[in-house]
């Protein structure tokens, strides 16, 4: 069983950062493969970026690839998401998620959290 907690969401002008953090509890975190997802207003949840157990292996959507940063630090038991260069775009509720393997398929992920609101102005 693993519990998330996101934060560091808010309002950011275009060009400005957030970085986000998720906060998971439960003995098996090390052992799991943690995304970023998110969803905008009337739109399905995508995928932003996955990250390996061992950090390792990354991947990112298109849409953020060279602007978003996932890392992890498995000692605290957190995941992060440095965004760069944000996009009026970009706005959407941010989830972290755990699952076996490091993928961009949402069903393939076993808990999530409650999600961070992140606003870009323009």
């Known amino acids: 069983q693993v519990q998330l907690v996101e934060s560091g969401g808010g309002l950011v002008q275009a060009g400005g950062s957030l970085r986000l953090s998720c906060a998971a509890s439960g003995r098996t975190f090390s052992r799991n493969a943690m995304g970023w997802f998110r969803q905008a207003p009337g739109k399905e949840r995508e995928f932003v970026a996955t990250?390996?157990?061992?950090?390792?292996?990354?991947a990112y959507a298109d849409s953020v690839k060279g602007r978003f940063i996932i890392s992890r630090d498995n000692a605290n038991n957190m995941v992060y998401l440095q965004m760069n260069s944000l996009k009026p775009e970009d706005t959407a509720v941010y989830y972290c998620?755990?699952?076996?393997?490091?993928?961009?398929?949402?069903?393939?992920?076993?808990?999530w959290g409650q999600g961070t609101q992140v606003t870009v102005s323009s």
């Open positions: 998620a755990a699952s076996r393997t490091s993928t961009w398929r949402a069903e393939e992920y076993d808990y």
């Open positions: 990250i390996s157990w061992n950090s390792v292996y990354t």
